[in-house]
């Protein structure tokens, strides 16, 4: 496993003008975390990167699976893109972002703390609605096992952010914008 690279929060102030207002609450709390690039998959038919994130606040710690698009991937040097197709300096074009994923034209980049707390803070969603609640809102059948299953997975991480920064704090960063 890989480790790409550790977010630790900075208040410069040349960072805190361009920083969204959760990224802001986020340095302010100094809530830090760590991302393992876990490989490149495919997860239900999406072609992505996988990450394992560990986030720590005070003296708590959570472990996270996330996963980014390959559009979040940053070009190779020598690579350029026009449209779909990617371009070496030197060697065969290719047409997909998996196939310039699997030749090296890209090259993954960490993710940022706020989209991966912004995603987990989505979670608590689902333990405030009911099962069909939930269903109306994503445009899920309530007869689907697997939406049953993605709606428990859901319930299972937004515990796990409860127990991390608390109802609370997670009230707050839920109103900040991002």
Not at 43 to 71: H, M, P, R, V
Request: with cysteine; net charge neutral; hydrophobic share 35%.
């Amino acid at each position: 496993m890989e480790v790409i690279g550790r977010f630790l929060p900075s208040l410069k102030n040349d960072k805190l003008f361009n920083m969204s207002p959760l990224e802001k609450e986020l340095s302010k709390l100094f809530i830090s975390a760590t991302f393992h690039h876990k490989g490149l998959i495919q997860k239900d038919g999406w072609d992505c990167d996988q990450w394992l994130c560990t986030i720590q606040y005070e003296k708590n710690s959570a472990t996270f699976d996330y996963y980014t698009g390959l559009g979040h991937r940053e070009l190779m040097p020598g690579v350029t893109r026009k449209g779909n197709l990617f371009d070496p300096r030197y060697g065969d074009s290719v047409w997909s972002d998996r196939q310039a994923a699997e030749k090296k034209f890209t090259k993954v980049k960490q993710p940022k703390l706020a989209d991966l707390v912004h995603s987990l803070l989505l979670n608590l969603n689902s333990i405030e609605q009911s099962f069909q609640s939930w269903c109306d809102e994503f445009g899920e059948s309530e007869d689907s096992l697997k939406a049953l299953n993605t709606y428990l997975a859901c319930q299972k991480e937004a515990d796990k952010v409860l127990r991390l920064f608390g109802r609370e704090l997670c009230a707050k960063l839920r109103e900040l914008e991002h």
